[in-house]
């Protein structure tokens, strides 16, 4: 079975800080790739020069463009507002819409458990924990269950079965990707959203610093790696 990777982000940028490395390693191979975007990115700004609309329009074509660079198929964009997304069967069935439309054998999303990480003293953003646990949930059990939005069932979008899910964490991993021929092209995928880093060369250091922490615990060690807590929910066939 050809593999068919959904990696899905609560924001524009979400996904090629998280996972751009493995988007163009996987690429490169002949995998097809799928972009799911929950929020329309509204607060994605600490400028109120700009309107709501127009920074919408921004990240949205930053988010297209970026995933044009990397050979993404195609980008789906749910447009839920930014910084008030909630796990409600709303947001589940538009995410089940998409995994039976796509048939992804893998999906890849932040991990939910990810309040804090206190060696990068970072906090999550709680679009990204909210977002990851709808997205698992609509990985398991909605998108394989039938009786879960029979309405789909009219529009053709029958259940599908992940086989796979590889949710991002930058310190808790038990899977291991290596992007050290990558990193270049996931550098290149975040400069392209230029509305969120004033200094995109000062967040480019940080990004090939966590990778690089990445990949000194894979095994073997990397210059370069992206780090997952994989679970495989089906074997391929």
């Known amino acids: 079975m050809k593999k ?7 924001h524009p940028d979400d996904i090629d800080i998280s996972c751009a490395g493995t ?7 002949g995998t097809e790739v799928y972009y799911l975007v929950l929020t329309n990115g509204s607060k994605g700004s600490e400028n109120l020069k700009i309107s709501t609309k127009v ?3 921004l990240r949205k074509k930053e988010q297209q463009k970026s995933a044009d660079f990397l050979g993404v198929k195609k980008v789906f964009f749910l447009n839920f507002v930014d910084g008030e997304l909630q796990n409600t069967p709303a947001l589940r069935k538009q995410i089940v819409k998409i995994i039976r439309r796509v048939k992804p054998t893998t999906v890849i999303c932040w991990d939910p458990t990810l309040f804090y990480d206190e ?10 924990r909210i977002g990851a646990e709808a997205v698992i949930d609509s990985v398991y059990p909605f998108a394989r269950n039938a009786r879960t939005f029979p309405e789909l069932l009219k529009e053709g979008l029958k259940p599908h079965v992940v086989e796979e899910l ?3 964490n930058f310190s808790k991993a038990n899977y291991f990707v290596d992007i050290s021929k990558t990193i270049g092209k996931k550098i290149e995928a975040i400069s392209c959203h230029k509305s969120q880093f004033a200094d995109i060369a000062k967040f480019a250091e940080r990004i090939k610093m966590m990778t690089g922490l990445m990949g000194q615990k894979a ?10 807590i994989q679970i495989i929910l089906r074997k391929p066939a």
């Open 4 to 10: 068919i990777i959904l990696a899905v982000g609560a």
């Open 23 to 29: 988007v163009a390693k996987y690429i490169a191979e």
């Open 55 to 57: 920074l919408i329009k």
């Open 119 to 128: 060696t990068l003293n970072m906090v999550n953003h709680p679009d990204h």
């Open 166 to 168: 590889l949710i991002f």
């Open 219 to 228: 095994k073997p060690p990397v210059q370069y790696a992206e780090g997952f």
